[in-house]
Every structure is written in C-alpha cells, then in structure tokens.
C-alpha cells in the first residue's frame, strides 16, 4: 500500500479501495496554486504502482469544483526574472500540463465530481477523468481567451476528449456553459440537478467500478491511450499480449470462476452486489 504524501491544498481521505481527493481551497474557489499542482502530480505518483487503490474521486471544497489557475501565482512568475535558463512563466504553465500528463495516465479509474466553477484548469481536470459528473448549474468554461492568454495545458486534453471542432468554437468564444451542455459536447457523462443526487449518481458509479478488475482496468485504460498515438497493428498486437496475459493471470481466472459460481468477484468491495 502506497503512503501518501502529505498535502496542504489537497484533503485525501480513503474509504477501502476508493481515494477521494478534494481540491481544499474553498476560499478562492480552487483555484489551483503551484502548490496545489505539485501535490496532485505528488499524489499520483505515490499510487501509481498501487493496485489496492482502484478508483480516485476528485471533487472541491465548498461546493466549486476549480476555479481555474491561481492569478496571485502567474502574477508572482511574470514579475520574475526571465534568464536564459529559466522562464517563471513558462515553467508555472508548463507544471500544469505535467500534472494533466500524469493524472490522465492513472491506472487507477478517475471520478470527477464537479459542481460550481469547472473553468480553466478545472475545466482539464474534468477532461482526463474516466467518469465525469456535473450539477446542471455548474459553470463549465475556457475564460482564458478573454484574459488575453491562450488555454496552452487545457486545449491538447479538450481537443482529445471532445475534438478540434468544439474545443475550437469553445476556446475562441471563452464560452461558459452548464451541465447539460457539458454532457452534449461530451466534456461530462452524466448530469444531474442536485448535490444530493451528484453524491448518489457517484454511488452508483463506484459500484459498478467495483464489478471491474484493477489490473484489467489498468491494461484498458492503457490501450486506449495508445489509440492515434501508436500504429493501430502496434495497439492490437499490445491488446492480444495483454488480452492473453490476462486469460491466464488471476484476475482471469478468478473473474471466470466468479461467474460460473454465480457470486461477486474478489476484487468487489463496493455496492455492486446489493
């Protein structure tokens, strides 16, 4: 089991196999500081190997979800010197894309549970999680062209999730737009109306992660993300490898006998089975 790092912009909590990760800046809406990226890298890097971890949930404090990026951090880096070998700015921004590179490659499977402001920054966030919920009152949006800044980290993971086209109409417009626009464009998968029923829809969500094997999730999540990037005989050879593993590792052999026994797998340790 991993130990995890000690934070100070992050709250973590764990309930058997599911870490809940809350972005704990209620005060600026979660507006995500330096410090707060370099612990969500942190995080991910100390479970990254962690099986007994198999689903993280990232929600705020405060009933936000992320404001976006701290204005007191970028204002701090561009009064810095620029030199040769290091330019504040750039390194702020691209700490940021980093953090999106890692927590997009969790093996583990990702819940984003959003509500209030999913701008900027939160905004990719909620573009590289496997599940993303939303309020219908939540506020999605890039408000980065409007403050006179390219959304440079965010637009690679948008374009990603939803294509060129709607990451183009969103990112030239700075559009802000709720729930239910959200899970139209495909940033979001499901929308609800209320906290209340943003808690339950995670509820069940977890459930049914909890059906699924943490190795298997981990090979899918990985063939996927060689989709576009890799040759596709490339992709299929690594899934037949994977695939036939897989069929005589543990994880296959205790998920065939599960079914012909007619009971839950060992690995489920949720609600799936009620």
């Known amino acids: 089991m991993a130990d995890l790092p000690e934070t100070k912009a992050l709250a973590l909590s764990r309930d058997r ?7 704990n800046r209620p005060e600026a809406r979660n507006a995500m500081s330096l410090a707060m990226v370099r612990e969500l890298e942190s995080v991910f890097a100390a479970i990254d190997d962690d099986r007994s971890i198999r689903t993280v949930v990232l929600r705020g404090a ?24 290091l330019d504040p ?32 920054g939160g905004f990719g966030l909620a ?18 062209t409007s403050l006179g800044i390219p959304p440079a980290q965010i637009a690679p ?21 709720d729930g239910r626009e959200a899970v139209r464009v495909g940033v979001a998968h499901e929308c ?22 943490p190795g298997a999730i981990a090979t899918t999540k990985r063939i996927i993300a060689g989709v576009g990037q890799r040759p596709l005989d490339e992709v299929l050879d690594d899934g037949a490898r994977s695939f036939a593993e897989s069929v005589r ?9 599960a079914f012909v026994q007619k009971r839950a797998a060992s690995w489920n340790d949720g609600e799936a089975t009620r």
Do not use: W, Y
């Open 89 to 120: 700015v750039f390194e702020v921004n691209r700490a940021f894309g980093r953090m999106l590179e890692r927590v997009e490659a969790s093996p583990q499977a990702l819940v984003a549970v959003c509500e209030g402001a999913v701008l900027g």
């Open 17 to 23: 196999s599911v870490l809940t990760v809350v972005l």
């Open 249 to 257: 590792g543990p994880e296959g052999a205790e998920g065939t006998m």
């Open 192 to 213: 609800v109306d209320d906290v209340a029923s943003l808690d339950a829809a995670l509820a069940v969500v977890l459930g049914k992660i909890a059906r699924c094997a």
């Open 127 to 144: 573009c590289v999680a496997d599940v993303t919920l939303t309020t219908v009152d939540a506020e999605f949006g890039l408000p980065e």
């Open 62 to 85: 405060g009933h936000h979800f992320c404001a976006g990026g701290d204005v007191k951090d970028m204002a701090s880096a561009r009064m810095a010197e620029v030199t040769e070998a």
């Open 157 to 177: 993971f948008l374009v990603k999730r939803i294509g060129h086209s709607q990451t183009r109409r969103l990112a030239v417009t700075g559009a802000r737009f």
